[in-house]
């Protein structure tokens, strides 16, 4: 599996916001480079931001990585129904629903950490049985026509999105 984001004919809408924060690699080099452990590595400013939020409202960081856990989770069966010719639209969810019913507080940060580390490595299995003929079939997942590829690409650039706020938004309560 060669494929590269940039040799798709197009991006999906909404999703290629994060896409393109992914480097132009094939997608198993991809899902390889970007694991929670190298996406999360400062461990140390992570801990010593415990429950802090930048802004009322905000979710913490334990709240945020059940968020990408759940999200990989949902983007991996949506590749799974697509590679396998779903033809009917599947569900969207409501980040915030999740986020506020997911308790992710009340677990510590290397337990999320190691949960995150267990769903990439499901990814990893189900994305390397998909052949380039699946990779590059298309579905409908809430309401946006997606690629099975693009999904995969989904997985690393959306982590990098989240790492990125929280470095521009969190880190700076450290002082």
């Not at 599996?1 to 992914?22: A, C, G, H, Q």
Request: glycine share 6%; charged share 25%.
């Amino acid at each position: 599996m060669s494929t590269k984001w940039s040799d798709m004919p197009e991006l999906p809408n909404f999703f290629d916001r994060y896409i393109k924060k992914v480097d132009d690699l094939p997608l198993m080099a991809a899902l390889l480079q970007y694991t929670p452990a190298a996406i999360l590595s400062e461990m140390d400013q992570l801990l010593a931001l415990g429950d802090q939020v930048y802004a009322p409202g905000k979710w913490t960081i334990k709240t945020m990585i059940q968020h990408m856990i759940d999200t990989e989770r949902i983007m991996t069966y949506r590749a799974l129904c697509i590679s396998r010719n779903e033809s009917g639209m599947l569900p969207g969810f409501n980040e915030d629903d999740y986020a506020e019913n997911s308790d992710a507080n009340e677990r510590t940060l290397h337990d999320l950490l190691e949960e995150w580390t267990v769903v990439r490595n499901a990814s990893l299995h189900l994305f390397d049985s998909f052949s380039e003929e699946m990779l590059q079939r298309k579905g409908n997942a809430n309401g946006l026509e997606i690629s099975v590829l693009a999904i995969g690409f989904v997985l690393c650039g959306h982590p990098i999105h989240h790492a990125q706020i929280i470095k521009e938004r969190y880190y700076p309560l450290l002082g």
